[in-house]
Nanobody
Framework: QVQLVESGGGSVQAGGSLRLSCAASGYSTRTNCMSWFRQAPGKEREGVAS???????NYAASVEGRFTISQDNAKNTVYLQMSSLKPEDTAMYYCAAARRCSWSLDAYQYWGQGTQVTVSS
C-alpha cells in the first residue's frame, strides 16, 4: 500500500523559511516523479515543484529562486525547502507521485493528506 506523509508545515512570518518533508512508503521516490502542489482557500490546486532523478527539476514561476526541491533516496523522502516566504504562499501543501512529471493533477496516482503553511505579513 502506497502512502505519502507530509510534515513540516506551520506558521511563519513573511521572509521566513520552512522545510516540508514527504515520506513515501510502498513507493520508490528514486525511480518516479515526486512533486509538490499547493491549494489556497478558494483557489485551484497548483504545481509548485517537481523532481525526477535523471530527468530534471521544475519549479513554478512564482517560487523559482525561493523554493528548492530535493530528495533523499536512502530515506525515500522528498523535501521542499521554502525561503523568503510571502503571504501569498499560504496554502495547504501536498506531496504527489507519478510516473512522469506534469503540472496536470490527473497525472498523479498518489497524494498525501497535506500540510498547512501559513505566512503572515
Amino acid at each position: 500500500q502506497v502512502q505519502l506523509v507530509e510534515s513540516g508545515g506551520g506558521s511563519v512570518q513573511a521572509g521566513g523559511s520552512l522545510r516540508l518533508s514527504c515520506a513515501a512508503s510502498g513507493y520508490s521516490t528514486r525511480t518516479n516523479c515526486m512533486s509538490w502542489f499547493r491549494q489556497a482557500p478558494g483557489k485551484e490546486r497548483e504545481g509548485v515543484a517537481s523532481i525526477h532523478i535523471g530527468i530534471g527539476i521544475n519549479y513554478a514561476a512564482s517560487v523559482e529562486g525561493r523554493f528548492t526541491i530535493s530528495q533523499d533516496n536512502a530515506k525515500n523522502t522528498v523535501y521542499l525547502q521554502m525561503s523568503s516566504l510571502k503571504p501569498e504562499d499560504t496554502a495547504m501543501y501536498y506531496c504527489a507521485a507519478a510516473r512522469r512529471c506534469s503540472w496536470s493533477l490527473d497525472a498523479y496516482q498518489y497524494w498525501g493528506q497535506g500540510t498547512q503553511v501559513t505566512v503572515s505579513s
